[in-house]
């Protein structure tokens, strides 16, 4: 199996569980939609990272559970993260949350930045990854930084590239041209 059939299969197995939530955003609920941001999420991310999130999901199925109940309810603050994965998902948020602020500093616009929703939303995310994932996945981050990448630009890359940009400088300046022109109509 290759990488984007991977990520086909990730976002395909996500949308069912997702599809079993009462989800309020009309938006999510397209199914090219949230397959493409899913697909977007993980597609920085290493092959043996990704092997292995599937085979979370699969158990997930198996075990008649689903990880974006357990996500969303983490969020509402419902659920708690176990305590065994605090150590490595610290760890994880850490990074993801510099990676973020340094993009909103390049691209305001862009590229938004809530500190404390983003870290929540990751963490409870993270929290339901197997140990076994989250050991690869702070591998991917911890090999991305001593490259010098910063995995949520490339995500951010793949997300509008494939929406017609050329680049996220692109991206900025039409936003930054939108809000001037929304502030000179007003």
């Given at each position: 199996m290759e990488k984007?059939?991977?990520l086909?299969?990730?976002?395909?197995?996500e949308?069912q569980f997702?599809l079993?939530l009462n989800?309020k955003?009309?938006?999510?609920?397209k199914e090219?939609?949230?397959?493409?941001m899913?697909?977007a999420?993980f597609?920085?991310?290493?092959?043996?990272t990704?092997?292995s999130y599937f085979?979370?999901l699969?158990?997930?199925?198996?075990?008649?559970?689903?990880?974006?109940w357990?996500?969303?309810?983490?969020?509402?603050?419902?659920?708690?993260?176990p305590?065994?994965?605090m150590?490595?998902?610290?760890?994880?948020v850490?990074?993801e949350?510099?990676?973020?602020?340094e993009?909103?500093k390049?691209?305001?616009?862009a590229?938004?930045?809530?500190?404390?929703?983003?870290?929540?939303?990751?963490?409870?995310e993270?929290s339901?990854f197997s140990l076994?994932?989250?050991?690869?996945?702070?591998?991917d981050?911890?090999h991305?930084?001593?490259?010098g990448?910063?995995?949520?630009?490339?995500?951010y890359?793949y997300t509008?590239?494939?929406?017609?940009y050329?680049s996220?400088?692109?991206?900025?300046?039409?936003?930054?041209e939108k809000?001037?022109i929304d502030?000179f109509?007003?």
């Amino acid at each position: 199996m290759e990488k984007d059939e991977l990520l086909r299969k990730i976002a395909e197995k996500e949308l069912q569980f997702f599809l079993k939530l009462n989800a309020k955003n009309p938006e999510c609920k397209k199914e090219d939609t949230f397959k493409f941001m899913r697909i977007a999420r993980f597609y920085p991310y290493s092959f043996l990272t990704l092997s292995s999130y599937f085979q979370d999901l699969e158990k997930y199925e198996r075990e008649r559970k689903n990880p974006l109940w357990e996500k969303y309810r983490c969020m509402e603050g419902k659920i708690s993260i176990p305590q065994e994965k605090m150590e490595i998902l610290r760890k994880i948020v850490d990074i993801e949350t510099l990676w973020i602020l340094e993009l909103h500093k390049k691209y305001p616009h862009a590229i938004q930045s809530k500190d404390e929703d983003f870290q929540r939303y990751l963490m409870c995310e993270l929290s339901t990854f197997s140990l076994n994932t989250l050991v690869f996945y702070l591998s991917d981050i911890e090999h991305a930084m001593e490259e010098g990448r910063n995995l949520a630009y490339e995500s951010y890359l793949y997300t509008f590239t494939n929406l017609g940009y050329s680049s996220l400088d692109e991206v900025e300046e039409k936003m930054r041209e939108k809000i001037e022109i929304d502030i000179f109509n007003e």
